[in-house]
């Protein structure tokens, strides 16, 4: 079974940046043609689909992120990035990746946590 792992949460000052990679694994998965996407859960809430990007590398955003967040992709490695500027507080949550509409299958996630 394919499970992506995320990678580069941590604590940061509100205006800081940050930096999360995840890598999906298994030969069979054919990463390129998928349609990815980063998603987030505060505590307390329901997970929220945050930014997408598609096969041929169109973006789209939650309109609380644009202009501060970026995704991207990396097919050679599997990987899918998100670049998070100007955090804020409320960007605190764990962030995941999956395919975009979302799959059942969930990495562990990768806590960001922005302090005031």
């Known amino acids: 079974q394919v499970q992506p792992v995320e990678s580069g949460g941590g604590l940061v000052q509100a205006g800081g940046s940050l930096r999360l990679s995840c890598v999906y694994s298994?030969?069979?998965?054919?990463?390129?043609?998928?349609?990815m996407a980063w998603y987030r859960q505060a505590p307390g809430k329901q997970r929220e689909m945050v930014a997408v990007?598609?096969?041929?590398?169109?973006?789209s955003y939650v309109d609380s992120v644009k202009g501060r967040f970026t995704i991207s992709r990396d097919d050679a490695r599997n990987t899918v990035y998100l670049q998070m500027n100007s955090l804020k507080p409320e960007d605190t949550a764990v962030y995941y990746c999956n395919r975009f509409p979302q799959t059942s299958t969930w990495g562990p996630g990768t806590q960001v946590t922005v302090s005031s």
């Open positions: 990007v598609k096969s041929d590398r169109e973006t």
């Open positions: 298994g030969s069979n998965f054919m990463f390129r043609i998928n349609t």
